[in-house]
């Protein structure tokens, strides 16, 4: 699969699983991973389902605006660029983003999170 | 792991005021901060190399800019020593009467006299 489309479909995947069943999450990170969100840092995936988990807002949806992915190194890593809207039940508006993920190759040739940057981007 | 997380910030903010800073006064040496294995994907647009990049950062349709950064989040990345840096900010365009928000993500690389390079770049607008 090409990257780029290997990068939108790993994209979707997460935001999918976000906006459907965020506990779900848990199977994208391992111990070794790294969240900033909204300037917090949070390491390891318990740690980081739990903060995801906890955001002040039930439900949600993400739509993706762009996708930019470009090979990380040697070991076979993805970095991965995304904006996008995020759509709050309740709230009038959606609030843009951005997120940068670091995906690592798994043995069973799939991705996990390293790195994990998010932002909204305020006007 | 909170001593090597607060040096990749340090890292991070240096690095990038640096790269603004020569962005916004002597663009044509940003060639510095890239190696022949560098890629720069602006607007969607894929470039390789430090001399393509070069060419296509001197060659944006303004000449003079001001970069005012917001945001510099870090962390280090898979790599011995690497550092990926999400930034969030605002460009000043002489013509343009509003500042044109802006998000870029570098991929920091360790060069051997102590210094980094940049690996990978991404830059997006952020419109609306």
Do not use: W
Request: charged content about 15%; aromatic content about 12%.
């Amino acid at each position: 699969m090409d990257p780029d489309a290997l990068a939108k479909a790993f994209v979707e995947h997460y935001y999918s699983m976000f906006d459907s069943n965020r506990g779900g999450l848990a199977s994208l990170y391992q111990d070794g991973s790294m969240l900033t969100f909204e300037g917090q840092k949070i390491q390891g995936s318990q740690n980081i389902v739990a903060k995801l988990t906890s955001l002040p807002f039930q439900q949600c949806q993400h739509s993706i605006t762009t996708v930019d992915c470009q090979p990380s190194g040697p070991t076979g890593g993805m970095l991965v660029f995304v904006s996008g809207n995020l759509q709050l039940a309740g709230e009038q508006h959606a609030l843009k983003f951005s997120q940068m993920f670091h995906l690592m190759p798994t043995p069973q040739g799939s991705f996990y999170v390293y790195n994990d940057i998010f932002r909204l981007n305020y006007a | 792991m909170e001593v090597e997380s607060c040096h990749v910030d340090v890292v991070g903010k240096a690095f990038v005021d640096h790269y603004y800073n020569l962005f916004d006064n002597d663009r044509s040496s940003l060639a510095s901060l890239y190696q022949p294995t560098s890629m720069l994907t602006f607007e969607g647009q894929k470039t390789f190399g430090v001399t393509d990049i070069s060419c296509k950062l001197n060659n944006l349709p303004f000449e003079k800019c001001k970069h005012i950064i917001s945001t510099v989040d870090s962390q280090p990345s898979a790599f011995g020593g690497g550092i990926v840096v999400l930034v969030s900010g605002s460009l000043q365009l002489p013509a343009e009467e509003h500042p044109l928000r802006f998000s870029q993500m570098f991929h920091l690389i360790p060069t051997q006299d102590g210094f980094f390079f940049v690996q990978n770049d991404f830059f997006r607008l952020n419109y609306g």
